[in-house]
């Protein structure tokens, strides 16, 4: 693929026969414009608007009657306690869902790369928690965590441990509940992917290092590690995106509750638009969201490629 | 030492395969117990006896069948114009070289990092004044249009693995652009059109946020919403036809991701990883 892309422009002269290139030109533009079209309407321009309408008082009516608020959202959102702590639930469980995803499918993808048997029915069923839909995921969850008759209480009991925990209901123990089915639905495509990178590591450096009498531990960090890493860099990244942009799951699951202790900013945000129909403020505080994922995004893909740069320059 | 590493491995497997896959097996024993073996408290995976009558009454439900075929609608219609207009803008995608490319590229990695939920409200005001608010129409050109990132990326790759030599060729013999486009290449995507349309059909079926936001009347509802209806109000009185909706719903997505078990380990994400 890289190979096609890098190839040097067949000679055709191009410079020379201007009447040519303007004519690739446009039919370029006509196999682009029936994308194009619906990206502008449907997604540009709504953002577009978004953005405009955080600056505005924009109420959700049938007659919307609107004046310009400058920054009024903003100053009003500095206040709202009720947002930053739905924020910082969000960090929470974006961080808490990421940081375990990679972990689990880390070790997922290593094992499934060790020549183990099992191997088929484990990556199909890898695969179904990707593949449902985020509702029934919710609401087969929602069985799991019964607190009278679900299965992960009748466990506990067996086991000797205390049997009777309203996972969703109680106050401590819903965000981690949440979490839990979080990594469960985001698992699989971060072991996919990292089960990619792993393949492409050439068997002989792995061989080299035991050679060199480098145990699991050490091959893995030596050999393993830099060699995913820019492929964990990015998974981790996009990960951390879907996990911040995420709604369905905890809207079904939880819907904020109890007490708001699993209130994530998307979820805010939806509640705060459509319910107390306030958009223009909701509109502001999907904007801050923006600022905040990308200013995170930034940090750590600067710091990744510092790092690369270390790594190379030694 | 060494000899306890291949079971400690199966060990860790075995818990990895309970995690992913108990679940969905507490699910379907869910959609064949009784209710009275759902509200009792003893609990067991297998079903005292098996109780087919969840399928019939979910099927009987008011609404599951009609939003069924909302969401097949929606999601065959979306999943045909994503495909019917990614193809060609793929194709100038993937040729393209210089900061066009690098435009195009940059904005389907950014069309992912905005918050769908700030897009949502003006999106739902366009629709609104267009007319396409609570309406089917109005959700495939949505789905469409959100598919549209990832169809691109995906058809980028496989355009850019069929060599250019094929459409020189094709150019010398004197056939025009669109000639070597419709016979020479079109043709040769036609694996990755295939894996495209079942991830786009798969991302529609399951959608449920813009669908929660832009249906409103019963009538309209997919799939998701309906079931998630069911949740909020008669959930805890009618479990079992509840997990035999969830079971049915989940059904077409697992069948179209098990045959797209292989295009998604290699194509997709050589795409991803080699850029």
Known sequence: ?314 | MRSLVRPAQYVALALYILFLGFPLLWLISASVKSSGELNSLTVSLLPTEWHWDNYTEALEKQGLVRSAANSLIVALASTALSVVIAVPASYVLARLKGKVRAAGVGWILVSQVFPVVLIILPLYLILRTLGLADNLAGLTLVHTTYMLPFALWMLQGYVAAIPVELEEAGAVDGASRLTVLRTIVFPLLAPGVAATAMFSFVSSWNEFFFALVLLQSPENYTLPITLNMFVGGEGKVALGPLAAGAVLAAIPSIVFFSILRRKLTSGLMAGAVKG
Do not use: C
């Open chain 1, 1 to 314: 693929m890289t190979a096609t892309l890098t190839r040097p422009a067949p000679p055709s002269g191009k410079r020379k026969k201007p009447a040519l290139a303007q004519s690739r030109r446009r039919e370029a533009i006509a196999l682009v414009l029936p994308s194009l079209i619906p990206i502008l309407v449907l997604s540009v321009a709504p953002l577009v608007v978004g953005i405009f309408l955080a600056f505005t008082d924009a109420r959700l009516v049938r007659h919307p009657d609107y004046g310009f608020a400058g920054v009024d959202n903003f100053t009003k959102l500095v206040g709202n306690d009720l947002f930053w702590d739905s924020l910082r639930i969000g960090m929470i469980w974006t961080v808490g869902v990421t940081v375990l995803q990679l972990a689990a499918a880390m070790g997922l993808a290593l094992l499934l790369n060790s020549g183990l048997r099992l191997q088929g029915l484990t990556r199909v069923l890898a695969l179904v928690p990707w593949a449902m839909p985020p509702v029934v995921v919710a609401i087969m969850w929602q069985m799991i965590y019964s607190a009278n008759g679900g299965p992960l209480n009748a466990f506990l009991g067996s086991v000797g441990l205390p049997s009777d925990i309203n996972w969703l209901g109680d106050f401590s123990v819903a965000l981690p509940a949440v979490i839990v089915v979080g990594v469960w639905v985001g698992m699989p495509q971060t072991t996919v992917t990292l089960l990619a990178g792993l393949q492409q590591i050439p068997a002989e450096l792995q061989e080299a290092a035991a050679v060199d009498g480098a145990g699991a531990w050490r091959r893995f960090t030596a050999v393993t590690w830099p060699s995913l890493r820019p492929i964990v860099t990015s998974i981790t990244s996009l990960n951390f995106i879907w996990n911040f942009n995420s709604f369905s799951l905890v809207y079904v699951l939880t819907a904020g509750g109890p007490g708001g202790k699993t209130m994530v900013p998307v979820l805010f945000i939806y509640l705060e638009a459509f319910k107390n129909r306030e958009i223009g403020y909701a509109a502001a505080m999907g904007l801050v969201l923006v600022v905040v994922v990308v200013l995170i995004l930034a940090v750590y893909l600067r710091s990744q490629f510092r790092d690369d740069r270390a790594v190379k320059g030694r």
